[in-house]
Each structure stands twice: as structure tokens, then as C-alpha cells.
């Protein structure tokens, strides 16, 4: 009589770095300020694994006031000095919140800048 019973093949713990970006330079593009919260692990991981970061934020909270804008772009900054990227490794295109995609030929020239 033959055994119905599964037995699953036992692998190694899966790493939080993809494969192949070991030393490589990693481009984190978010919509906006504190997108980056939700993949922290993941950026930390590159940069453990001896990559060089680099992050890009597409739109400025501004409904509230400038003002706000202002503190989200520091708080940023602060988060990405948390990861040991310096400030000038961060970016900040601007475009009006809500509209990026009004403003995608600027976002994408500001890519190349």
C-alpha cells in the first residue's frame, strides 16, 4: 500500500535581498513622503548587502499647507539618514500631489537630472 502523505522539501530561509543586487546601486521611487516606511526591511537589506541607495520621491504633500510639505520632506530626509543615505542621495521632484501624472514629463526628466 502507498503513503498519501506529503512530505514538502525542506529549503533554506528565503533572503531579503533579491538575487543579483549584491553591491549594486538600488533606486527606491515612492509617490510620497513615508512611502518608504512600508519597504524599510527591504532597504536595509540592499544596503547590507553592500549596496548603495539612492531614493526618489515623486510628489509634495501639499494639500494642508507648504508648511507640511516642508516637515514631510524633513521627516524623509531623517528616515533616509536612519538608512545612512545622505541627503544628497535623496530627491524630491515635486509634482502636486494627486496630479503626478499630470506632470509625468517633468517626473521623468527630473529622473535624469
Do not use: K
Not at 14 to 36: C, I, K, M, N, W
Not at 93 to 100: F, H, S
Request: one cysteine or more; proline letters at 4%; a negative charge.
Amino acid at each position: 500500500m502507498t503513503s498519501c502523505v506529503h512530505r514538502p522539501e525542506v529549503r533554506e530561509e528565503p533572503s531579503l535581498t533579491p538575487a543579483g543586487v549584491q553591491g549594486q546601486r538600488v533606486l527606491f521611487v515612492g509617490a510620497h513622503q513615508d512611502d518608504e516606511l512600508f519597504i524599510l526591511s527591504r532597504l536595509r537589506a540592499h544596503q547590507l548587502a553592500g549596496g548603495e541607495l539612492f531614493m526618489l520621491w515623486t510628489a509634495l504633500s501639499t494639500q494642508v499647507n507648504p508648511r507640511y510639505a516642508e516637515r514631510r520632506v524633513a521627516e524623509s530626509i531623517a528616515v533616509a539618514g536612519e538608512l545612512d543615505v545622505p541627503e544628497d542621495s535623496c530627491t524630491f521632484l515635486g509634482a502636486e500631489d494627486g496630479r503626478t501624472h499630470d506632470d509625468i514629463t517633468a517626473v521623468l526628466d527630473g529622473l535624469w537630472e
